[in-house]
């Protein structure tokens, strides 16, 4: 695929070109940066390899080699941007990366992340972004009334404007500021020539973790991530902190006091690899303690077989095999070479990708009564097909459980749910969705037990966030108010 390349040594023209209808592209989308290593762009490669899950429309990095920040970017998966050749060649010891998921389909690769900006003085500025900021309207409209232009419609260019309004002394004073403004699920990575910088939401929406290879550091989106480029883990960065990286070291800050935990539930159920730790909770282990809370929350009588819908279900269906007492097999074959249907641009794409994604194991499922766990339903594409599959493979009875809440509610935080007629569970019932996906009985993990199975307090100002499923958003909406919630 073709890559772009730019480097910047000051002056120049604007970051980007406009990305017209793109806005909502920062969203489910994976951070890798590092400093103070000689093959920083093979590692960051590296970083976003583990991090392809959190997005597959594009990747780009920008590598630091000396006062000269150069861009790489293209659509598609890494493998198909990046190769041994370009990643030789690039040299640096610095370097922030991003793998995207482009939530409205992706028309050109002018959306594609880190963003970059020349400024005067041979001073420029890399920016890359994971989540979604809520007021990215109004502020946009704000900054326009004063004079900015826009070159780009993509929320990552709001911080740099305000950071270049800022009449403060120092550039840490005026990201502080910045990110003080901004609001909504985030975090953020940026670099200049001096330092990178790593910037977390002030409730911790989204999760950036620190890690350290020899002398250099790295922050990323999850810790499977530091684990393939041989990064020892440090910690969590905590919500509204601010860590600023350079070759004099590391150093923290907090741009706010109003901070409080609200980790997205959505990381634990569905979006982070099960390798990963976050808040130092591992994945695999919170889905499948949900599992287990799942059986005893709701047994079935009879059920002679536990399946997963594939890859995401895996941890739960264990944990209520398990804890049920019941076969775990594996009855429910994904083809490794489609994409994840749940991130697919468009219902159409979706639908034609479950026809073509799932196969079933006959000998497993002919004649018997069938728990089928999958971690959550967000549309009931995917879930509709699996049970019609099922059953006509000869499944007599197929029971579903999902190991998270009814998902009702619209994510502005960085999951692509724009529109609550989207979601299945919104203003249905258990047994009116058991219906729809024509399953025999349909049962799903309540908010308590979701919270005690991941470990983490369920309330918006210490622990989880469960918005998508209670309506309890732990921000202001300003930008939505005109949208139906309930």
Known sequence: MPTEIVAAEG????????????AKINHECGLFGIWGHEEAAQLSYYGLHSLQHRGQDGAGMVVKNGDVLTRTKGPGLLTEVYNS?????????????????????????????PLLFHFEQSSSLAICHNGALVNSKSLRNKLEEYGSIFQTTCSSELLAHI?????LVTFVDSLKRALSQIYGGFAFLLMTKNALYAARDPRGLRPLVLGKRGDAYVVASETCALDTVGATYIRDVAPGELIIIDDNGIKSEFYTSDKGMALCGMEFIYIARPDSN????????????????????????????????????ISAAIGYAEAAGIPYEIGLIKNRYIGRTFI????????????????????????????????????????????????????????????????????YYGIDTPSPKELVAHKR????????MDADSISFISESGLADAIGITHNNTHGLCMACFNGDYPTHLQDFAGIELK
């Open 278 to 313: 976050i808040e130092g909770v591992n994945v695999h282990t919170s889905r499948k303690n949900a599992g287990i809370v799942l059986a005893k929350e709701s047994p079935t009588a009879g059920a002679e077989v536990v399946i997963a819908s594939p890859d995401t279900g």
């Open 429 to 436: 019932s258990a047994r009116e969705i058991s219906k729809l």
């Open 163 to 167: 950071i270049k309004r800022s009449r």
């Open 344 to 411: 697919a641009p468009s219902q159409n794409l979706r639908k034609r990708g479950v026809k073509m994604k799932h196969s079933v194991v006959r000998s497993i499922v002919e004649g018997k009564s069938v728990i089928l766990v999958d971690d959550s339903i967000v549309r009931g594409t995917t879930m509709r097909h699996l049970v019609k599959l099922l059953k006509d493979t000869g499944a007599r009875e197929v029971h579903l459980k999902i190991a998270s809440p009814l998902y009702k509610y619209p994510c």
């Open 85 to 113: 050749k370009m990643l030789a060649e690039m040299k640096g010891t610095a370097a922030i990366a991003h793998v995207l998921y482009a939530t409205g389909g992706m028309k050109s690769s002018t959306a594609i992340q």
């Open 11 to 22: 002056g120049g023209s604007p970051c980007e070109a406009r990305c017209a209808n793109e």
